[in-house]
């Protein structure tokens, strides 16, 4: 399909934009594409968005979501003015990129992470180099030892779900004091360590988390970042110049609920990890090969088949998982941990996929 670009500001035809995972508009679907929780969020989110139900919504919310901020605040032990609030972390990272990573020097960021990255470079006309992950999908810190405008680091990484432990961050923050670094934690909660403790000693830290994946809240578009008061200044003065209000009256009442519910968190998140074990040793059994995963996906290979043509076949069974064809990566599958049944049924379904593959007998 192509459009007229005639009336198009110049440079939009030249944008390559992010391309999120399929939201199916039917029913029946297994979706493990797209990283979300497969448990229900916190009843009291749900109660105290019910609250807000009311001709309250005349009015325009917070700009500053100051009860929302206090809340994150105190499970840091941070003080509101280390809190930054976005409509999502993908608005966050969308902020953070013009305010604190636009220099004559590039943006550091590994080959293999999170894709939206080089979108917001190229939206914003950020210069960047992308850092080889190592032989065995790891980030290794020495190969950021170089001059740079910035660096951003998924941590766990994502589509790998490896994670670097808070020791190698701080060694980066010791050696790297002249650019801002920013930590995706979108997935800390499902094993990761966080490096919101390293803020009040590293002023060029960002923690970037969001409520979409450990809390269960990607349909309320919630996330923020943490750090020291000149940073967040920073994505304040940039967002106040795109949208004073970019979180409802709605999410923020549902956000502020969710970060107060630490069992919920918790018990969902110990649910995820339990059953990406399980589901790790499963694939084993069935000859996949996958990264260590502190995330509530794994990234999976077959070593006798095609990763395209098992997402083709496990879609004609109604199972959606996430394929990136990018180099390293082409014969990998991500899968989002779901429910253990989903997991069974996504397990029976690649056994069937396999035997009839192996009666075939003809290799990819
Ligand atoms: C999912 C994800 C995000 C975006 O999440 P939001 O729903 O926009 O908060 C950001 N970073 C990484 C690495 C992610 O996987």
């Given at each position: 399909?192509?459009?007229?670009?005639?009336?198009?500001?110049?440079?939009?035809?030249?944008?390559?934009?992010?391309?999120?995972?399929?939201?199916?508009?039917?029913?029946?679907?297994?979706?493990?594409?797209?990283?979300?929780?497969?448990?229900?969020?916190?009843?009291?989110?749900?109660?105290?968005?019910?609250?807000?139900?009311?001709?309250?919504?005349?009015?325009?919310?917070?700009?500053?979501?100051?009860?929302?901020?206090?809340?994150?605040?105190?499970?840091?032990?941070?003080?509101?003015?280390?809190?930054?609030?976005?409509?999502?972390?993908?608005?966050?990272?969308?902020?953070?990129?013009?305010?604190?990573?636009?220099?004559?020097?590039?943006?550091?960021?590994?080959?293999?992470?999170?894709?939206?990255?080089?979108?917001?470079?190229?939206?914003?006309?950020?210069?960047?180099?992308?850092?080889?992950?190592?032989?065995?999908?790891?980030?290794?810190?020495?190969?950021?030892?170089?001059?740079?405008?910035?660096?951003?680091?998924?941590?766990?990484?994502?589509?790998?779900?490896?994670?670097?432990?808070?020791?190698?961050?701080?060694?980066?923050?010791?050696?790297?004091?002249?650019?801002?670094?920013?930590?995706?934690?979108?997935?800390?909660?499902?094993?990761?360590?966080?490096?919101?403790?390293?803020?009040?000693?590293?002023?060029?830290?960002?923690?970037?988390?969001?409520?979409?994946?450990?809390?269960?809240?990607?349909?309320?578009?919630?996330?923020?970042?943490?750090?020291?008061?000149?940073?967040?200044?920073?994505?304040?003065?940039?967002?106040?110049?795109?949208?004073?209000?970019?979180?409802?009256?709605?999410?923020?009442?549902?956000?502020?609920?969710?970060?107060?519910?630490?069992?919920?968190?918790?018990?969902?998140?110990?649910?995820?990890?339990?059953?990406?074990?399980?589901?790790?040793?499963?694939?084993?059994?069935?000859?996949?090969?996958?990264?260590?995963?502190?995330?509530?996906?794994?990234?999976?290979?077959?070593?006798?088949k095609d990763a395209?043509e098992l997402l083709?076949q496990l879609?004609?069974?109604?199972?959606?998982?996430?394929?990136?064809?990018?180099?390293?990566?082409?014969?990998?599958l991500?899968?989002?941990?779901?429910?253990?049944?989903?997991?069974?049924?996504?397990?029976?379904?690649?056994?069937?996929i396999?035997?009839?593959?192996?009666?075939?007998?003809?290799?990819?």
């Open positions: 399909m192509s459009v007229s670009t005639k009336y198009w500001s110049a440079g939009i035809e030249l944008l390559k934009a992010y391309m999120p995972g399929e939201q199916p508009q039917t029913s029946g679907w297994i979706k493990l594409n797209t990283n979300e929780n497969p448990y229900p969020p916190s009843v009291r989110v749900l109660e105290a968005i019910a609250g807000g139900l009311d001709e309250g919504l005349r009015l325009y919310p917070d700009p500053n979501g100051n009860l929302l901020r206090a809340s994150i605040a105190r499970r840091f032990d941070l003080s509101p003015e280390h809190v930054f609030l976005g409509n999502g972390s993908d608005e966050v990272l969308g902020h953070v990129f013009p305010a604190l990573l636009k220099h004559d020097l590039p943006v550091l960021f590994p080959d293999i992470t999170y894709s939206f990255y080089p979108v917001y470079c190229g939206l914003f006309g950020i210069r960047h180099q992308q850092v080889p992950l190592d032989a065995d999908f790891q980030i290794r810190i020495s190969d950021y030892q170089r001059p740079n405008g910035g660096i951003v680091l998924a941590n766990p990484n994502a589509p790998t779900g490896v994670a670097l432990p808070l020791t190698q961050i701080r060694e980066l923050l010791t050696l790297n004091t002249d650019s801002v670094v920013v930590i995706d934690e979108a997935y800390v909660d499902f094993g990761g360590q966080s490096a919101a403790s390293l803020i009040q000693e590293f002023p060029q830290l960002l923690v970037v988390q969001t409520l979409s994946k450990s809390r269960s809240l990607a349909g309320l578009r919630a996330a923020f970042a943490l750090g020291q008061p000149h940073l967040i200044a920073a994505l304040e003065r940039v967002k106040n110049s795109f949208n004073s209000y970019p979180l409802d009256r709605l999410a923020l009442l549902g956000a502020q609920a969710a970060m107060e519910d630490d069992d919920h968190l918790k018990a969902t998140c110990e649910a995820v990890i339990h059953t990406r074990e399980g589901l790790v040793r499963e694939l084993s059994a069935l000859g996949f090969d996958t990264l260590p995963s502190q995330a509530n996906f794994i990234l999976t290979r077959h070593p006798l395209a083709r879609r004609e069974r109604k199972i959606l998982v996430r394929h990136f064809a990018l180099p390293r990566i082409e014969q990998h991500r899968i989002s941990v779901g429910t253990p049944a989903e997991c069974q049924t996504l397990i029976e379904a690649l056994k069937d396999l035997n009839a593959f192996s009666s075939e007998g003809t290799p990819p």
